[in-house]
């Protein structure tokens, strides 16, 4: 009996807080209607997402408001419902109504209300995709846009996609005086990674299967530590390229920072026996930089740009892409140099060449000039179809400010690409859909809940973004000892 007196009373208690919540909810009435699509932050009007993304929560900004209205009505069924200070999805119930309706579409219809007077705006559609996007999320370094210096929270951090749960997988407070770059998984998965340490004690970690592995990758014939990493398929071996970079400042003219590297060659680490696989091919006058093998490791991708006099003639870094086979057998490159795009016949510089897993595509970087395009103002994304050779500008993706730092997800469906788009100075990411045919779709801004309120107070831009199958485990206290020790296992050449 007393248990269902309990039972009672928590159905009456339940049913007490639903027509409290309704009493508390605005009705739309007597709207205005205005034939234009609302003004949101961000502009999710005709994006293309997955199921069970995290939901698209989005702020009104075409003017005063006192109350945002927002019905969604899913192509297959299911409807949300929400009023507040603006649209915050219950992250189950979106999912759910994701999920049903993938490979339709969700109509969104939008009222808000000023001085007690409520207006309607057009609908407008979100497309669910048919393809998932089955990775777990994103890992992604934070850090002031290359003006500062130190700081507790930057570091390299990672994003539940299906919800807004981000959480540091390294941060600097953890490692204080030294700057952790160049975050590497093999094809999004986070069993095998490499980073790099710089500053005093620097080193290169590698670690699988949890297992932390220091190393100085910097030898005599090398000249500098390994960075800009990728991995080979097999995750036997990992490619990085050897520089120095160099920042330089601009006074009076719009642009305010210039990235350059005085040299840069490419060398392979053997992680079975931490040797180093060189080639004359890939150490050359020329600076060769930002390696990426094929999804079947026959290929060596990367940029290579003729000698010049810097920092005075950094105009003058022009890119071409090149590749050079690889054998994973006898661990040695070829003996000549394909290259596939070149800067000669153009005028252009070509960067950053990001293969997709399915071996379809080929992404990369598109600028005036510079071998470090995040930089560049009018540094674009491009696409090259790997079986006609045919390339072409993503102009559905392409701002008027820079786009760079692209990557696939695990399917090779969706891609994700660091975007200054904003304000000119903060990288934000994007995510966007591939088809077999090429066909891209509208890029969307990551979500976050609030996002106006969240973007703003960001002072951070997001960079090298990747997806990864699941999330990243890494052993901090590991990386404090070993970091502050100093031990590193010195590699050999081959």
């Not at 579409?105 to 000023?114: A, D, G, M, P, Q």
């Not at 507790?152 to 941060?171: C, M, P, V, W």
Request: charged share 20%.
């Amino acid at each position: 009996m007393k248990q269902l007196i309990n039972h009672i009373s928590i159905v009456l208690t339940a049913i007490f807080c639903l027509v409290m919540l309704e009493g508390c909810r605005h009705q739309v009435e007597h709207a205005t209607r205005v034939h234009q699509v609302p003004a949101i932050y961000p502009d999710y009007v005709g994006v293309t997402i997955p199921a069970g993304i995290a939901p698209l929560d989005f702020n009104f900004v075409g003017g005063n408001v006192d109350l945002l209205d927002v019905t969604v009505r899913g192509s297959k069924g299911g409807e949300l419902h929400v009023q507040g200070e603006w649209a915050d999805f219950d992250i189950e119930a979106w999912q759910q109504l994701t999920q049903q309706n993938a490979g339709g579409e969700l109509l969104f219809t939008v009222c808000v209300e000023h001085d007690d007077q409520w207006t309607q705006y057009d609908d407008f559609k979100v497309y669910v995709s048919k393809l998932p996007l089955e990775d777990y999320g994103l890992t992604y370094r934070r850090i002031p846009p290359g003006y500062e210096v130190g700081g507790a929270n930057i570091g390299i951090y990672q994003r539940d996609l299906h919800s807004f749960d981000e959480t540091a997988i390294l941060k600097v407070s953890a490692v204080y005086g030294h700057c952790i770059n160049c975050h590497t998984a093999n094809q999004t998965d986070p069993s095998t990674l490499t980073m790099q340490f710089r500053g005093e004690g620097g080193g290169t970690l590698v670690q699988k299967n949890g297992n932390q592995q220091w190393l100085n990758t910097r030898t005599d014939s090398t000249k500098a530590a390994g960075s800009y990493a990728y991995w080979h398929p097999s995750g036997r071996y990992c490619a990085y390229a050897v520089n120095s970079v160099h920042q330089n400042f601009h006074v009076g003219t719009e642009k305010r920072i210039e990235a350059y590297h005085r040299f840069s060659d490419l060398i392979l680490l053997d992680t079975q026996t931490n040797q180093l696989i060189l080639s004359p091919l890939l150490q050359t006058e020329d600076q060769e930089i930002f390696p990426a093998f094929s999804p079947d490791g026959k290929y060596l991708y990367y940029s290579t740009s003729k000698p010049c006099n810097l920092p005075a003639e950094y105009e003058k870094v022009k890119c071409s892409i090149c590749r050079i086979a690889f054998d994973e057998k006898t661990g040695t490159f070829g003996n000549e140099v394909d290259t596939l795009v070149n800067t000669a016949a153009t005028g252009k510089s070509y960067t950053l060449v990001r293969p997709s897993y399915d071996g379809r595509w080929l992404m990369f970087c598109v600028s005036d000039h510079s071998n470090f395009p995040v930089f560049q103002n009018d540094a674009d994304l491009w696409l090259m179809d790997l079986k006609t050779g045919e390339m072409r500008e993503l102009k559905e993706v392409n701002s008027r400010k820079t786009e760079s730092f692209h990557n696939w997800s695990s399917n090779s469906g969706w891609f994700v690409f660091s975007s200054k788009r904003e304000n000119g100075e903060y990288a934000q990411l994007y995510l966007a859909s591939i088809d077999d045919k090429g066909c891209v779709t509208k890029p969307f801004l990551l979500p976050q809940r609030n996002p106006k309120k969240y973007y703003d107070e960001l002072f951070d831009s997001y960079n090298v973004p990747d997806f990864t199958k699941s999330p990243v485990s890494l052993d901090v206290h590991e990386v404090h000892r070993q970091v502050f020790d100093g031990k590193r296992q010195q590699v050999t050449i081959r």
